[in-house]
Each structure stands twice: as structure tokens, then as C-alpha cells.
């Protein structure tokens, strides 16, 4: 099956910008979805498809993708975005099958 | 608003069957675009897919847990279920279940609260 690989955790000033990245063969055939997830909480979505943001998720988080790496940016980093961060996608060597990466943890200084 | 809620024990003994099951509001599990899925977390880990399931019943499972895993539906219910057997303390987590987009590259855009299960004897 395929893998997706995140750094374990990226740190940022608060106000500055982060990049976080997902790395793996499936990204280059399919899109990547970031979530969110802070403790004891469910993952909540946060960028889906081409760069896409549910409702209610600010317009400081946006996605990328460039080969084999998708990036989830954020621009002008919140105290409150301290959290774990998850990309995913479909497998690319098993159809219908989920994968997901590490994770991220970000904090924010 | 679509909701998603497991429920089942909090507390399993070793090399018994774990069971949770998924009740689905807001929204038919019949519905062809999507799947329903499990996803569970070891406490201070990662993300992990174990398996979704097609309103017509198709399942399609992780290879790493295949052997011990069944994933069900009743639509007439409206929920899935998780059936995972021969239980050991590596299967303590929060397992959550989730609506995943059936479109491309399988978005997971609802998801229950997740409910920890702790194996121990």
C-alpha cells in the first residue's frame, strides 16, 4: 500500500507563515485533504480537493501541490491553530483504500 | 446537518471481539456518494484507516488488519457497524467513524466524536 510522510512537528512564530508537507506516490495522481485535529477533539477538515475550505474554516489556510508533495499553508499563524495536522488521500496501489499521513505537530510561538 | 455517533463498550478483555457501531442523522447511508468508515487512534499516535463499507455492502479493509476485521450496514437502521476479533492491548485507541466522499481521492468530510475503547483484562 502506499505511504504518505509528514514531518513530526514544524513550529511557528505567532503571525508568521507555515508550510506544512505531505509527501507520497498517490499525491501525484490524487488530491490531498488536510484536517485538523486539537486534543481530545475529532479531526475536523480543513482543505479538500484543488484548495478548497469548508465553510467556517478561515481563509488564512490554504493547499497546494506540486509532484509527489502537497503543502498546507498558513498564513499569518493563530494561537489557535496550534494543533496536530493530517493529510490523506487514496491509495493509489489499492483502490477504495484510505491512507493517511503521521501527522504534524504544530505549535505556535 | 449530518451527525455521526459510535457507540459500544469502553472496556474489551484480550483476545475477545471489539464491536462499535455508527448511527448516521442528518442523512442516508443509502446515498451512492460516499463511503462510511472506521478510523481509530492510539493514545499520542496517528491516524490509522481501518475500513469502509458501500451502502450495497462492498467493504474494503486495511491489509494490516483484514484478517481480523468486518465492517457491516443496515440501512434500514441507518448506521454501520465494526467488528474487530482477537483484541490485544496494541488495540486500545479511539476509533471514529467517519462519511468519506466516494468522488477522486476520498475525502473524509463528517465525523463522529469517537469513542475510546480500552482492551485489558
Known amino acids: 500500500s502506499s505511504e504518505l510522510t509528514q514531518d513530526p512537528a514544524v513550529s511557528v512564530a505567532l503571525g508568521q507563515t507555515v508550510r506544512i508537507t505531505c509527501q507520497g506516490d498517490?499525491?501525484?495522481?490524487?488530491?490531498t485533504t488536510w484536517y485538523q485535529q486539537k486534543p481530545g477533539q475529532a479531526p475536523i477538515l480543513v482543505i479538500y480537493g484543488r484548495n478548497n475550505r469548508p465553510s467556517g474554516i478561515p481563509d488564512r489556510f490554504s493547499g497546494s501541490s506540486s509532484g509527489n508533495t502537497a503543502s498546507l499553508t498558513i498564513t499569518g499563524a493563530q494561537a489557535e491553530d496550534e494543533a496536530d495536522y493530517y493529510c490523506n488521500s487514496r491509495d493509489s496501489s489499492a483502490n477504495h483504500h484510505v491512507v493517511f499521513g503521521g501527522g504534524t505537530k504544530l505549535t505556535v510561538l | 446537518q449530518l451527525q455521526l455517533q459510535e457507540s459500544g463498550p469502553g472496556l474489551v478483555k484480550p483476545s475477545e471481539t471489539l464491536s462499535l457501531s455508527c448511527s448516521v442523522s442528518g442523512g442516508s447511508i443509502s446515498s451512492s456518494s460516499y463511503y462510511w468508515g472506521w478510523i481509530r487512534q492510539p493514545p499520542g499516535k496517528g491516524l490509522e484507516w481501518i475500513g469502509s463499507i458501500y451502502y450495497s455492502g462492498s467493504t474494503y479493509y486495511n491489509p494490516s488488519l483484514e484478517s481480523r476485521v468486518t465492517i457491516s450496514v443496515d440501512t434500514s437502521k441507518n448506521q454501520f457497524s465494526l467488528k474487530l476479533s482477537s483484541v490485544t492491548a496494541a488495540d486500545t485507541a479511539v476509533y471514529y467513524c467517519a462519511r468519506i466522499d466516494s468522488s477522486g481521492y476520498l475525502p473524509l468530510d463528517y465525523w463522529g466524536q469517537g469513542t475510546l475503547v480500552t482492551v485489558s483484562s
Open positions: 498517490s499525491l501525484r495522481t490524487y488530491y
